[in-house]
């Protein structure tokens, strides 16, 4: 019985892994939610973006008729 109560804090000492493996584990799981957040953010954000354009040529048409007309000017020499 002494042999064990010797031996017994050896056994989990063995076992020990440290404060930088689990910092590591932490930091590549916070990069991995953040990776599937701005995923799913731009999956979001990407029709709104359109939507948004194509209302903005539908208020101000004229724009997009200046600009055309800007480069054929531009091509034409």
């Known amino acids: 019985m002494l042999a064990f ?4 804090p050896f056994s989990s000492t063995l076992a020990y892994i440290g ?4 910092i590591s584990v ?3 799981m ?3 939610l953040a ?3 701005v995923a799913i953010g ?3 954000a990407w029709p709104l973006r359109k939507f948004s354009q194509r209302r903005k040529q539908r208020r101000n048409p004229s724009t997009d008729s200046n600009v055309e007309k ?3 000017k531009t ?3």
């Not at 109560?5 to 017994?8: E, H, K, N, Q």
């Open 5 to 8: 109560f010797l031996l017994a």
């Open 19 to 22: 404060p930088g493996a689990g």
């Open 26 to 28: 932490l930091g590549s």
């Open 30 to 32: 916070l990069g991995i």
């Open 35 to 37: 990776t599937i957040l």
């Open 42 to 44: 731009a999956i979001i």
């Open 70 to 72: 800007t480069r054929d």
């Open 75 to 77: 091509t034409t020499g």
